[in-house]
């Protein structure tokens, strides 16, 4: 059995399929069901025209966040500490739980703003990748001498307060506070001063107002290549992130997860690149757009008469699964703490304007082959100096798929890491590279992208599973006679270290297994 649960011998999309699709209709968003328009609107910054007054409001409530005092659970950084402590990833409650978490913190700045039709606005990196330059002024700006300018004084003024709640948690948050290896507020300081995660104003983001633009790798992960991609998926799990058995477990992640999201908040750097993150305003333009993409993918199922949530005994154990740490504009806490609650929109009652990815609701439906096949290994140990390499037969229908066109079903590499420190380094994976050759980059058919973890995990062991697509990648190296279909694939692994792991973050990882697939 894997960390998931799923037996080897069983691939994620038959033991997730076996129920029946008619799960679909469960999963209608409220306001399509009984409202024809919702009553907020969250807007793309991307977009001609944007309307710099929902700005101005979120400066406003932003500001009266910072100036609550550290008693108050609606305290700027009180709210951040929700994400700290509870947040999940690498797993298939990592878009409900963030739509709960972004959707009270909107209510929050609604009301302390006083702009009752303030809705969130959306960061539509595939549009626009780079930090927007809006969020480079005032408040949006977490170097903004407004923000707290140093460990020592967060560490000052949060002390005694985050003490306080620490010792009025419920049995509950200290049963999920225990999942991720945290027995004291004593615990979790360790690890936001040791990863770090606070930063001083200098350090606050590593893109900066005179150099906003993503890197290679991060352009690479939120083109609109991958975001077709990450909607592609037929099945919840394989589009959300994959099946745990409770929501600080990281098991694998899907390719939205594992791509844009996981990569924008590591080229962003500074308190983007850890648990956090919600220090910086842009955080939550981000997240809304990651929940903008998951109301897409749901859209499409319904178009097309797919699942939109796990399905059976499954949707079950997924909707139970406990949230325990939201708050409300109020500052107190909300009744709705489970998964299912947040299922749907529901009364957050807001809608997107649309932006990338909204062509594939009306797409044809593809069909998968169902086939997944596991890889041999060679050397399995990776280190900066010492790659890892499988070797996997392409089967047939797999090989047609991918080479027809654009529109079958994406085929996929699954490459399970066993990391020593989660933020010590990234994996780039190459297909059939010529022998000596691992400087192919974003735009080599020999480069299928790059692997991040986000954040450093307290006391992870196990093997986590990330979903590499592949069929544009098959089809360059059929087009670059470099796919002979007598030889298996060769898929390599190359470890490269990470510039904010940190001195002591030690340089090994191991890829325990690899297997090819389609969504």
Same mark, same amino acid.
């Given at each position: 059995?894997?960390?998931?649960?799923?037996?080897?011998?069983?691939?994620?999309?038959?033991?997730?399929?076996?129920?029946?699709?008619?799960?679909?209709?469960?999963?209608?968003?409220?306001?399509?069901?009984?409202?024809?328009?919702?009553?907020?609107?969250?807007?793309?910054?991307?977009?001609?025209?944007?309307?710099?007054?929902?700005?101005?409001?979120?400066?406003?409530?932003?500001?009266?966040?910072?100036?609550?005092?550290?008693?108050?659970?609606?305290?700027?950084?009180?709210?951040?500490?929700?994400?700290?402590?509870?947040?999940?990833?690498?797993?298939?409650?990592?878009?409900?739980?963030?739509?709960?978490?972004?959707?009270?913190?909107?209510?929050?700045?609604?009301?302390?703003?006083?702009?009752?039709?303030?809705?969130?606005?959306?960061?539509?990196?595939?549009?626009?990748?780079?930090?927007?330059?809006?969020?480079?002024?005032?408040?949006?700006?977490?170097?903004?001498?407004?923000?707290?300018?140093?460990?020592?004084?967060?560490?000052?003024?949060?002390?005694?307060?985050?003490?306080?709640?620490?010792?009025?948690?419920?049995?509950?948050?200290?049963?999920?506070?225990?999942?991720?290896?945290?027995?004291?507020?004593?615990?979790?300081?360790?690890?936001?001063?040791?990863?770090?995660?606070?930063?001083?104003?200098?350090?606050?983001?590593?893109?900066?107002?005179?150099?906003?633009?993503?890197?290679?790798?991060?352009?690479?992960?939120?083109?609109?290549?991958?975001?077709?991609?990450?909607?592609?998926?037929?099945?919840?799990?394989?589009?959300?992130?994959?099946?745990?058995?409770?929501?600080?477990?990281?098991?694998?992640?899907?390719?939205?997860?594992?791509?844009?999201?996981?990569?924008?908040?590591?080229?962003?750097?500074?308190?983007?690149?850890?648990?956090?993150?919600?220090?910086?305003?842009?955080?939550?333009?981000?997240?809304?757009?990651?929940?903008?993409?998951?109301?897409?993918?749901?859209?499409?199922?319904?178009?097309?008469?797919?699942?939109?949530?796990?399905?059976?005994?499954?949707?079950?154990?997924?909707?139970?699964?406990?949230?325990?740490?939201?708050?409300?504009?109020?500052?107190?806490?909300?009744?709705?703490?489970?998964?299912?609650?947040?299922?749907?929109?529901?009364?957050?009652?807001?809608?997107?304007?649309?932006?990338?990815?909204?062509?594939?609701?009306?797409?044809?439906?593809?069909?998968?082959?169902?086939?997944?096949?596991?890889?041999?290994?060679?050397?399995?140990?990776?280190?900066?100096?010492?790659?890892?390499?499988?070797? !996997?037969?392409?089967?047939?229908? &797999? %090989?047609?798929? =991918?080479?027809? $066109?654009?529109?079958? +079903?994406?085929?996929?590499? /699954? *490459?399970?890491?066993?990391?020593?420190?989660?933020?010590?380094?990234?994996?780039?994976?190459?297909?059939?590279?010529?022998?000596?050759?691992?400087?192919?980059?974003?735009?080599?058919?020999?480069?299928?992208?790059?692997?991040?973890?986000?954040?450093?995990?307290?006391?992870?062991?196990?093997?986590?599973?990330?979903? !590499?697509?592949?069929?544009?990648? &098959? %089809?360059?190296? =059929?087009?670059? $006679?470099?796919?002979? +279909?007598?030889?298996?694939? /060769? *898929?390599?692994?190359?470890?490269?270290?990470?510039?904010?792991?940190?001195?002591?973050?030690?340089?090994?990882?191991?890829?325990?297994?690899?297997?090819?697939?389609?969504?």
């Amino acid at each position: 059995m894997h960390g998931n649960g799923i037996a080897d011998g069983v691939s994620r999309r038959q033991f997730l399929i076996g129920s029946a699709l008619g799960a679909g209709a469960l999963a209608l968003p409220r306001w399509a069901r009984t409202q024809p328009k919702p009553k907020y609107l969250r807007r793309n910054l991307a977009k001609p025209g944007f309307p710099l007054r929902v700005l101005a409001s979120y400066e406003k409530a932003i500001k009266a966040m910072l100036a609550l005092p550290p008693t108050d659970p609606r305290n700027w950084y009180r709210n951040a500490f929700i994400h700290t402590l509870d947040c999940p990833h690498g797993n298939w409650w990592f878009v409900v739980w963030h739509r709960g978490y972004i959707g009270w913190f909107e209510r929050i700045c609604r009301d302390l703003s006083g702009d009752a039709e303030f809705a969130l606005p959306y960061w539509d990196w595939t549009a626009e990748p780079r930090v927007p330059a809006s969020f480079y002024d005032g408040l949006l700006n977490p170097a903004h001498p407004d923000y707290i300018a140093s460990y020592e004084r967060f560490y000052d003024l949060f002390e005694g307060p985050m003490n306080d709640f620490w010792s009025g948690m419920s049995a509950g948050q200290i049963a999920e506070q225990k999942y991720r290896h945290y027995t004291s507020m004593a615990d979790v300081w360790a690890q936001v001063k040791g990863n770090p995660m606070f930063f001083d104003p200098a350090n606050a983001r590593a893109l900066t107002k005179a150099h906003p633009d993503f890197d290679q790798q991060t352009q690479d992960a939120v083109s609109m290549s991958k975001l077709e991609e990450s909607l592609a998926p037929i099945d919840f799990v394989d589009f959300g992130s994959d099946q745990a058995l409770q929501h600080s477990q990281m098991v694998g992640f899907a390719t939205l997860e594992q791509f844009p999201h996981n990569q924008v908040h590591n080229d962003t750097g500074g308190f983007m690149g850890d648990f956090l993150s919600p220090v910086d305003p842009v955080f939550f333009a981000h997240h809304a757009n990651i929940d903008r993409i998951w109301d897409v993918w749901t859209r499409k199922q319904q178009a097309q008469g797919g699942p939109t949530l796990p399905t059976g005994a499954d949707l079950t154990a997924w909707s139970k699964e406990p949230f325990l740490f939201y708050i409300d504009e109020k500052g107190q806490p909300v009744a709705r703490n489970t998964a299912g609650d947040y299922a749907t929109i529901g009364d957050f009652d807001y809608g997107y304007e649309a932006g990338s990815g909204e062509e594939v609701v009306k797409a044809a439906r593809v069909r998968s082959s169902n086939t997944e096949v596991a890889a041999k290994i060679e050397p399995s140990m990776l280190t900066p100096d010492q790659d890892a390499t499988a070797s !996997v037969k392409l089967p047939p229908a &797999l %090989r047609a798929a =991918a080479l027809r $066109d654009g529109r079958a +079903a994406p085929v996929y590499v /699954r *490459v399970y890491l066993r990391p020593d420190d989660t933020k010590a380094m990234r994996y780039k994976v190459l297909l059939n590279a010529p022998e000596g050759r691992t400087d192919y980059g974003p735009g080599s058919p020999y480069y299928a992208g790059t692997l991040e973890f986000f954040g450093r995990h307290r006391g992870h062991g196990e093997a986590v599973a990330f979903t !590499v697509p592949i069929s544009a990648n &098959l %089809r360059g190296l =059929a087009e670059a $006679d470099a796919l002979d +279909a007598q030889e298996p694939l /060769r *898929v390599q692994v190359v470890a490269e270290p990470r510039e904010d792991a940190g001195a002591a973050a030690p340089l090994k990882a191991r890829l325990e297994k690899l297997s090819i697939g389609q969504f």
